[in-house]
């Protein structure tokens, strides 16, 4: 069973980290300021997979997973966070990423414990590793970004060509075996580990075989249409 796919996907409802923000204790005015600047990050034009709507299908799953979390709300914070700075840098866009919240959650005087947890989360995304036994929270988290994996095979086609426009300077060959390296990393493990997502699992498996299986057969992702 694979993960629905978002209602909102050219971004997340107008508001919606504001209503998380004051939850948490911060004031609504600097929250939305905070908002708009995520939400420009977020629509840069270099991206096509680590864009608006990628955020706003891994806020939904996050949704739907939150009873599963700690604390929802704090996952959700990471969610927004989590690609706001996407340069195609691999371990350095999740470090700027996490800096950058720890900057902007801090300004609105959060508190110093909740700032470090939502930036810890931010950082788990790099190898989507939420331990063992997981951290609730962690789990959440690395299991609605990779919701994408267990998808119907358009939108993991859309995906796959997507991620491959971001890498265009790259040349073919050196990203076909860069990217066939990450899907074995994947397939290697377990994916998902919350009870709402492990039936993902099957479904994220044959996208990653079928992929690896095209990029050795020589085979790279076409251009989505958008």
């Given amino acids: 069973m694979a993960p629905?796919?978002?209602?909102?996907?050219?971004?997340?409802?107008?508001?919606?980290?504001v209503d998380v923000l004051s939850r948490v204790g911060a004031a609504s005015a600097p929250a939305a300021a905070v908002e708009a600047d995520l939400l420009t990050r977020w629509a840069e034009p270099h991206r096509r997979y680590h864009d608006l709507r990628h955020l706003a299908e891994v806020l939904e799953r996050v949704d739907a997973l939150a009873g599963h979390a700690e604390d929802p709300d704090r996952v959700r914070l990471a969610a927004w966070w989590h690609d706001a700075v996407h340069d195609g840098r691999a371990g350095d866009d999740e470090r700027a990423s996490a800096a950058l919240a720890r900057e902007q959650l801090s300004g609105l005087g959060l508190p110093g414990r909740l700032v470090g947890e939502v930036a810890?989360?931010?950082?788990?995304?790099t190898d989507h590793d939420p331990g063992?036994?997981?951290d609730p929270d962690s789990a959440v988290l690395c299991d609605a970004d990779l919701g994408i994996l267990a998808t119907g095979s358009d939108r993991y086609d859309a995906?796959?060509?997507?991620?491959?426009?971001?890498?265009?300077?790259?040349?073919?060959?050196?990203?076909?075996?860069?990217?066939?390296?990450?899907?074995?990393?994947?397939?290697?493990?377990?994916?998902?580990?919350?009870?709402?997502?492990?039936a993902w699992e099957p479904a994220a498996r044959a996208n990653l075989v079928r992929e690896l299986e095209a990029l050795t057969a020589g085979v790279t992702p076409a251009a989505a249409p958008r």
């Fill in 159 to 198: 995906y796959a060509a997507d991620v491959r426009e971001e890498y265009g300077h790259v040349p073919d060959e050196l990203f076909a075996a860069g990217r066939a390296a990450v899907l074995r990393r994947l397939l290697s493990r377990r994916l998902f580990r919350t009870p709402g997502a492990t």
């Fill in 132 to 134: 063992e036994p997981a």
């Fill in 120 to 125: 810890d989360l931010v950082l788990v995304t």
């Fill in 4 to 17: 629905a796919r978002a209602s909102v996907p050219s971004g997340p409802a107008p508001g919606a980290l």
